[in-house]
């Protein structure tokens, strides 16, 4: 991502702001996003909506109560603490929001200070958590809660210290104690576990991150994914030029409505093209592959500490419009932790996005037990061919990642030539 | 016919629990008795023992009552109303049980009962059919060789708690619990007690350190105590008990055996059955099951430690485990025991001796330092607390002085809950309290005691 721009302020021009309460929306290419303010007090608006801006710019400024305001913007220096004017808090464009444009909302969590200290010495994932403060922002004793929940591996202290002791994973030991608590009887016996050592010739370890809350189910569950089917991918490209320009349009005409993404042109071709190939909407078990009539089209979301994948229920049902009312509702529910787990339930096929970061191609991993995950590519002036003309147009590679258990390569490179035509020709997602 | 889910043989602290919870449980309980509810614990053991040593505490503490500016004048007290104060409260307590028996609709049977087949039982003239039986028939004082107590000059443990007269001189045969409490009653009475032990300490079950201070305690008091030391030629004629203690020929006015205990398998019969037993006692698995099915056995019959306590926990396993739920066994290292002598014994888990093997810390701390002990003038004992050094583990814990035994469950919780060393030091003790004495002992078991 490189550029974006405030589509709408929601606090108008010296109005006073509450801290966690939404003050703009910002959009870029790929997302919308509606950020919060980070202090409380009077916003000024440096920029109108609509402009494109960088990361790091400047859009507006938040007063502290009391502190002098003055008439004009350009009067205030740019930086903070220079000058007459302290500024309390520069509402800005950073690249971290970029990022979290795209996909990883990492500076817009909300979240007390407070809270997040806590949860970094507690070790709990603050992405997870429920906010209960104010306009759903995340507060210490959500923290707390939280992580009595993630201490949900319920040991002895003494059975805690031996298994750090001797490496052991909690999670992994079965308790025979009350209420099956983990007990010192229950590690006896257990094997040791590797602990991996760095040889001092090699290399100096740094800080070793734990492995748990998300992190740790993301490991096992990609590494598992790989360990149990036979994956593999292929790319292919699409050309975006009509898409560009649909889009544009649609921005315009379905304003204050929806803003859709070129993710939910994705996921409204996948839809379809899963209708005409239900064997890339299936589930692989030894006893049979089950053909699943429900189209539900996950996308992968980064979050600060990892990834989370909400689900767009029956895509194939929903128009482009609604995909993109609800695709900014999960993505902005992921992020700030409000989703139901209704909302990460029942996928059938996923999409994971890494054009923002100036992806070409990748290999997805299956979101399993699903057969098939796309992978959004970024859009890029590519070239064709008019005769012996070059034209210069929009282009996008998809990058297919499917469970060759279930679907050969011609049959899985015909849903891929699908999606590709049905995004060459966008006006027949809008049927 | 009568039929039933459970029938439970014996009414001690480990059957009549058995038939409550069983009946909590929804099971259809039976329960046979052929003496008194309350099995020996409440009737023959604990109970009365503690209310005479009770009693001792008190004409002890009044006779020190001058320390703290009362005047008291002379002291007396009536053996025999001290003894019927102690079947009184014994009596109450099995009445109690009693009432808890009907209050679960447990069916009693009153008489010998006979385990005719699994599942079939006969108790005099009635035959009883029940899925499960437990025993819980407990455990009799041995006799020592042929010698038995004839309740005139050689007692047993019933005798001694029921004195027809309090003997000049009494010569006690083991220094076990038993011993220890009979030795401390009678010594406060004024009685000359010779305490006898064959092993090389007294209180064999205890750590060695706390047994050598109890040791000494009991010497002050003018209790004499011979250890590693045999008997032979005990006899008794209507004046006089004798015998020959270490060669030297000596004479009692009395003598009480308290030689430990045997299992009680005649008469019920376990003995025909072909239960399985090692060493005497019922074999049991870790849910309490014997070799036969639909067969348990809980408490003293099934062996050692041979503690009321222990035969209630028993109890609720094995109860549970026949109305199907998940049970825990029964981890001996956990069980707390208690000499109610002066000054009293409690401890949990292993001895400083069991650790020879292993990395360890040890903890201590004398009661002297301890502010509530000093305004009680009761500063003699120590808490002595023994940790893997590796994992912080609270291994044992081993107390002496008065008010101890109201302290261990303290430790018994620590222990059941693994704690280590931080949660028990971040655990915040009452001040004053003796319990105190328990975070101190952590601490210093760690460098960190604060009052010493």
Redesign the interface.
């Known amino acids: 991502m490189t550029e974006g721009m405030v589509s709408e302020w929601f606090i108008a021009d010296g109005d006073e702001v509450k801290q966690g309460e939404l003050l703009y929306a910002l959009e870029t290419e790929k997302i919308n996003l509606d950020v919060d303010a980070d202090a409380s007090g009077i916003v000024r608006h440096s920029i109108e909506p609509g402009v494109n801006l960088a990361p790091g710019d400047v859009v507006g400024y938040i007063y502290e109560p009391g502190e002098t305001i003055p008439d004009a913007l350009q009067a205030i220096p740019s930086r903070a603490g220079e000058g007459e004017v302290e500024l309390t808090e520069a509402v800005t464009v950073s690249s971290d929001n970029a990022v979290a444009v795209a996909t990883a909302p990492t500076g817009r969590l909300k979240s007390s200070p407070a809270a997040r200290r806590l949860a970094g010495e507690l070790g709990v994932d603050i992405t997870v958590v429920a906010g209960t403060g104010p306009g759903g922002r995340i507060v210490e004793a959500d923290v707390l809660l939280a992580s009595t929940r993630i201490e949900s591996v319920k040991a002895?202290?003494?059975?805690r210290?031996?298994a750090e002791?001797r490496g052991i994973d909690l999670s992994t030991v079965t308790g025979?104690?009350?209420g099956g608590r983990i007990?010192?009887a229950d590690l006896d016996g257990l094997k040791q576990q590797s602990v991996p050592k760095v040889a001092a010739t090699q290399a100096t370890a740094g800080e070793v991150i734990p492995l748990k809350g998300m992190r740790k189910t993301i490991a096992q569950r990609m590494h598992q994914s790989l360990q149990e089917s036979a994956q593999l991918s292929m790319d292919m490209l699409a050309s975006m030029e009509e898409a560009v320009s649909m889009r544009s349009q649609l921005l315009k005409e379905w304003e204050g409505e929806a803003r859709p993404t070129f993710t939910d042109f994705v996921v409204k071709a996948a839809a379809k093209a899963l209708l005409v190939h239900p064997q890339m909407n299936s589930v692989f078990a030894p006893s049979g592959i089950t053909l699943v009539e429900s189209i539900n089209i996950g996308i992968a979301v980064a979050v600060e500490e990892g990834l989370m994948v909400p689900v767009v229920r029956d895509a194939d049902k929903l128009t482009l419009k609604d995909i993109s009312i609800e695709t900014a509702r999960l993505a902005s529910g992921a992020r700030d932790g409000t989703l139901n787990l209704d909302d990460y339930a029942g996928g059938t096929f996923t999409l994971s996005a890494l054009g923002m970061f100036g992806v070409d191609s990748f290999t997805p991993i299956i979101n399993q037990p699903q057969s098939g995950i796309l992978g959004i590519n970024r859009i890029f002036d590519g070239l064709t061919w008019d005769q012996d003309k070059p034209v210069k147009t929009k282009q996008m590679n998809l990058s297919l990642t499917w469970d060759h258990r279930v679907i050969d390569g011609a049959p899985a490179a015909e849903f891929l030539a699908t999606v590709v035509e049905l995004l060459s020709e966008p006006y027949r997602l809008l049927v | 016919m009568n039929e039933f889910d459970l029938m439970v043989i014996g009414g001690g602290p480990g059957g009549y629990a058995a038939a409550i919870r069983a009946s909590q449980l929804g099971l259809n309980v039976a329960l046979a008795e052929r003496e008194a509810l309350g099995g020996t614990c409440l009737n023959w053991g604990c109970i009365p023992t503690k209310s005479l040593l009770h009693a001792a505490e008190l004409l002890r503490n009044i006779s020190h009552a001058d320390q703290l500016g009362i005047r008291v004048g002379e002291v007396h007290f009536d053996l025999a109303a001290m003894v019927n104060e102690s079947r009184s409260a014994a009596n109450q307590l099995s009445q109690g049980v009693q009432h808890l028996m009907k209050k679960n609709k447990v069916t009693i049977f009153t008489g010998e009962a006979v385990i005719e087949s699994p599942g079939l039982v006969r108790v005099g003239d009635e035959e009883i059919l029940a899925d499960n039986i437990i025993v819980a028939t407990g455990a009799s004082p041995r006799s020592l060789g042929n010698i038995q107590p004839d309740g005139n000059r050689i007692w047993g443990a019933r005798e001694a708690m029921t004195p027809g007269f309090l003997p000049e001189t009494l010569l006690i045969v083991g220094a076990g619990a038993i011993g220890v409490e009979f030795a401390s009653f009678y010594a406060t009475l004024g009685t000359k007690v010779t305490l006898l032990e064959v092993a090389s300490q007294i209180l064999p079950v205890e750590d060695a350190e706390i047994a050598e201070l109890a040791m000494a305690a009991f010497r002050q008091q003018g209790i004499e105590i011979l250890t590693s030391c045999s008997l032979e030629n005990l006899k008794a004629n209507e004046q006089v008990a004798s015998a020959s203690i270490g060669g030297e020929s000596r004479e009692f006015d009395a003598v009480i055996l308290s030689v430990g205990v045997k299992a009680n398998l005649s008469g019920s019969g376990i003995d025909k059955l072909g239960i399985e037993l090692l060493d005497g006692f019922i074999e049991v698995d870790e849910v309490q099951r014997t070799n036969l099915p639909g067969i348990f056995a809980i408490g003293d019959v099934t062996g050692g430690p041979c503690l009321a306590h222990k035969a209630t926990h028993e109890a609720m396993i094995a109860a549970e485990e026949i109305a199907g739920l998940k049970t825990?066994p029964v981890q001996k290292s956990r069980i707390p025991g208690c000499t109610y002598s002066h000054p009293q014994i409690a401890s949990i888990g292993l001895k400083e001796a069991d650790l020879k093997d292993r990395p360890y810390k040890v903890g201590r701390f004398p009661l002297y330092a301890n502010g509530k002990a000093v305004v009680t003038r009761q500063t003699e004992g120590l808490v002595k607390t023994l940790f893997d050094a590796?994992?912080?583990?609270l291994l044992g814990a081993h107390l002496i002085g008065d008010g101890v035994t109201e302290l261990i469950h303290g430790f018994a919780l620590a222990i059941g809950?693994?704690?280590?060393e931080?949660?028990l030091m971040q655990t915040i003790f009452p001040h004053p309290t003796l319990s105190e004495a328990m975070h101190e002992s952590v601490l210093n078991a760690f460098g960190r005691t604060l009052h010493l």
Request: charged share 15%; net charge negative; proline share 9%.
């Open positions: 002895s202290p003494l059975a210290r031996l002791q025979s104690g009350p007990v010192q | 825990h590796d994992s912080g583990e809950h693994e704690a280590t931080a949660s």
